[in-house]
């Protein structure tokens, strides 16, 4: 669709230029035109290979013929013959055309590229385009899709946004770039922003149900439970009925612990797509009381058919026989989970259940046995997580106290031990700087920011740590990625 936008509007731009290539000529100047002319209107008729015939002809007087090059990498484009494209749209971008064509040339060959994934060549010529026409938004959108495929999240963001900001209306590339930069906002925790693209893109759409099922995820994550259900519903209601938006559905429903909904969506999502069941797992055991039990459990056997070593499948029906007090089914289920999760206490408290009830009380104490030493152990890793807990505070207190030296050996020891958390890390490079070692503190937010790259305040503090080292590149950089993903609707639009 997209290309075809494009390659339409080559079209029209095409008709208002100058038809005539430079270079030496073997026949008069009117009949290239004329040919040039008609070729035009046979491929806007839709008669592509009377119209690449004419294109061919001028070239067997003109090989370096700009605008018949044009045309006949569009039309090339259009048969998806990207070699052919490539090989027409170069000559038409070292022609010395005019600026409009020109743009359009190199644009079309940064599409041939990208196609190819040759997406370095396709950078270069998208780049190229916007230093003709630097308000042209599909180039500015590719090189965002070029970014967000490398995984440069913070280029891709900041490409879709500056194609949002050059619209004068709501085109479909700008429409497509907010939803775009909504779902990268999103991975990024940035969900303020994430929700103010996506409500622009409902307020020029408001009746497609797949924008109100990206804003229930949005809103989801953002802790908005009665939101998100609501933009959820809306997105079924008009007609939006994917295995997705039934899963997240499901998922709400449970939250709000109306569980018979919860169920009736999840069992659309599974008919949809059979790993929807997934969901289903991590609250089956929240129903085993209630009248959905025997629903809940044919969905899970058939999430079991497609997915046979699902951990918490195979949980959740071992459990739910042993309440039906059908022992060989329990014991198939808990056997299989005992191979793939060793270590799960629950699992031989289950089984030793099990062997109990069949007579087998050794097997039963063995099991039970060794449910209480994992039980010990939970207990020992409890403990340890609560004295990291009671010492991570003690570390803020410090520095709160002005005595950031004091905070640093506690953070220290937690990463040391492995209890450390995500922002401890940061807290670590905070005290630091507040003790004057901004190169310490350089160091750990660097290192922050390579376990979690969009942690905010990860990006803030080296931004100070590096403005302190006269780092002012790193600096710029790392205050505009701390902006970026602190950006409200306001700011932003």
């Not at 590096?466 to 600096?475: D, F, K, S, T």
């Amino acid at each position: 669709m997209f290309i075809a936008r494009v390659l339409a509007s080559a079209s029209v731009l095409i008709l208002t230029s100058t038809l005539v290539g430079t270079g030496p000529l073997q026949e008069p100047a009117t009949s290239i035109r004329a040919k040039m002319q008609r070729g035009l209107e046979l491929a806007r008729s839709g008669d592509s290979e009377d119209a690449e015939a004419l294109f061919q002809e001028i070239l067997q007087i003109n090989p370096q013929h700009g605008p018949a090059r044009l045309q006949l990498g569009r039309l090339a484009m259009t048969r998806q013959d990207f070699d052919a494209a490539i090989e027409h749209l170069e000559v038409a971008t070292t022609t010395k055309p005019e600026p409009q064509r020109l743009y359009l040339a190199w644009h079309l060959l940064g599409r041939a590229r990208f196609m190819t994934k040759d997406y370095g060549a396709a950078r270069a010529a998208f780049e190229k385009s916007l230093e003709i026409t630097p308000k042209f938004i599909p180039a500015r959108k590719m090189l965002a899709e070029i970014a967000e495929i490398e995984g440069d999240y913070f280029g891709a963001l900041e490409s879709y946004l500056e194609a949002i900001e050059l619209e004068t209306d709501p085109e479909p590339d700008t429409l497509e770039a907010r939803v775009r930069a909504a779902n990268l906002a999103r991975i990024m925790g940035a969900l303020d922003l994430a929700e103010c693209r996506l409500r622009e893109a409902i307020d020029a759409q408001p009746e497609e149900g797949y924008l109100h099922y990206l804003l229930a995820v949005i809103l989801k994550d953002a802790g908005r439970k009665d939101a998100a259900l609501a933009s959820c519903e809306r997105a079924v209601a008009l007609g939006f009925e994917e295995a997705p938006v039934y899963v997240t559905l499901g998922d709400l429903y449970y939250e709000t612990m109306e569980l018979t909904k919860s169920i009736d969506a999840l069992g659309k999502a599974v008919e949809l797509d059979p790993a929807a069941a997934e969901s289903i797992a991590s609250f089956a055991l929240s129903s085993l009381t209630t009248e959905d039990f025997a629903a809940l459990l044919t969905l899970l056997e058939k999430h079991l058919e497609t997915h046979p070593d699902n951990v918490n499948t195979l949980y959740s029906l071992g459990v739910m026989y042993v309440r039906e007090n059908e022992l060989e089914k329990a014991k198939e289920y808990l056997l299989r989970l005992k191979k793939l999760a060793p270590d799960h206490a629950q699992v031989h408290y289950n089984l030793g259940m099990v062997y109990m009830r069949e007579g087998r009380n050794e097997d039963g104490q063995a099991e039970m046995a060794r449910f209480q030493e994992l039980k010990a152990k939970e207990a020992e890793d409890f403990d340890r997580h609560n004295k990291a807990h009671a010492q991570r505070v003690e570390a803020k207190d410090a520095v709160e106290a002005g005595e950031p030296e004091k905070a640093v050996p506690i953070y220290l020891y937690l990463i040391k031990e492995a209890l450390a958390e995500i922002e401890d890390l940061v807290e670590l490079g905070r005290a630091h700087m507040k003790a004057g070692n901004s190169t310490e503190a350089f160091a750990w937010f660097e290192r922050t920011i390579d376990v979690d790259p969009y942690n905010k305040e990860a990006h803030e503090g080296l931004a100070q740590a590096a403005e302190a080292l006269g780092r002012q590149e790193i600096a710029e950089r790392s205050r505009e990625r701390f902006e970026l993903l602190s950006a409200t609707c306001t700011e932003k639009s």
